[in-house]
């Protein structure tokens, strides 16, 4: 059973999951696990994402629609916005968006976690009848840490950063974006 999470200040959970292979029909999966279901869902690059970002993220864009000043319409497209610091969507995607056929992080949120995990059955179900195997995500810290190293080198001319480092500089650009 995948671990659900609890994001109590804002009455959400959520669950972090991986596929090591993204089908080109990822959209129809996913429209079909929202039928009738109250909850989000994103697919990431796993190697930008730890289980220990995703409450400051999702916290952040649910006050950035709470308060009218998020970017997007979309709740899902907006974490992703959130996550990459930038107002760039096509920038966020194509940066930390998760390509077809390969690794993907997908993370479901919803506010009540038996829908929660009602979705995640149905998000197997639909991965299982393509031959794919959907797993609890395990944290990367190195891969996170190489990731973002590489990615926050480039704006702010670092090098070298520890993973609580990188976490906090991911964590800061997220917040400067609603800045």
């Known amino acids: 059973m995948e671990p659900v999470r609890n994001i109590d200040s804002l009455g959400l959970c959520f669950t972090l999951l991986l596929v090591d292979n993204l089908p080109e029909e990822w959209v129809s999966i996913a429209a079909e696990l929202k039928k ?42 907006e974490l992703l916005v959130a996550l990459y610091g930038k107002r760039s969507f096509q920038e966020a ?5 998760a390509p077809v056929s390969q690794r993907a992080a997908i993370l479901v949120i919803s ?26 995500f395990r944290d990367d810290e190195q891969s996170f840490t190489s ?10 001319n670092v090098e070298a950063l ?18």
Do not use: M
């Open 93 to 97: 995607l194509s940066t930390l968006g």
């Open 36 to 77: 009738n279901r109250r909850v989000f869902i994103q697919f990431f690059n796993p190697a930008c994402l730890v289980s220990e970002l995703i409450p400051f993220l999702v916290y952040n864009v649910h006050q950035a629609f709470k308060h009218g000043y998020n970017v997007l319409r979309g709740f899902e497209q």
């Open 162 to 179: 520890k993973y609580s480092d990188v976490l906090e500089l991911v964590k800061e650009r997220i917040a400067l974006l609603y800045v």
């Open 147 to 156: 990731f973002w190293s590489s990615l926050l080198s480039k704006d702010l």
């Open 111 to 136: 506010e009540d976690a038996e829908v929660l995990k009602e979705a995640v059955a149905a998000l197997k179900e639909g991965f299982s009848k393509r031959g794919l195997s959907v797993e609890p």
